[in-house]
Nanobody, 124 residues
């Protein structure tokens, strides 16, 4: 499976961005999907995840109420809508796919495939 993340960019604090991650595999609906981020000098951080059927989602406390993960299985794409962005949201954002679990995986070790990352920069 190849994952292609896009939608990053430079935005002012308080603004919004929507990230997309397109999967090459037509069995996309068989994968739980997640978003992670990594800021310079920091460890990779879980952001949000969504189950195969989109019946369950989970968001990290740091983004809860501001970010929303969703998926469009017909388009083999997972999205991350980011609102009320803060300077501390600045990071490279990665999407990931897990084909083994039915639920909502929250750690990087649970994911099998990773995208290349897209840079999000929030200016204060």
């Amino acid at each position: 499976v190849q994952l292609q993340a896009s939608g990053g960019g430079l935005v002012q604090a308080g603004g919004s961005l929507r990230l997309s991650c397109a999967a090459s595999d037509r069995t996309f609906r068989s994968y739980a999907m997640g978003w992670f981020r990594q800021a310079p000098g920091k460890e990779r951080e879980f952001v949000a995840a969504i189950s195969r059927s989109a019946g369950s989602t989970y968001h990290a406390d740091s983004v809860k109420g501001r970010f929303t993960i969703s998926r469009g299985n017909a388009k083999n794409t997972v999205y991350l809508q980011m609102n009320s962005l803060k300077s501390e949201d600045t990071a490279v954002y990665y999407c990931a796919a897990d084909f083994r679990r039915l639920g909502v995986p929250k750690t990087g070790d649970e994911y099998d495939y990773w995208g290349q990352g897209t840079q999000v920069t929030v200016s204060s």
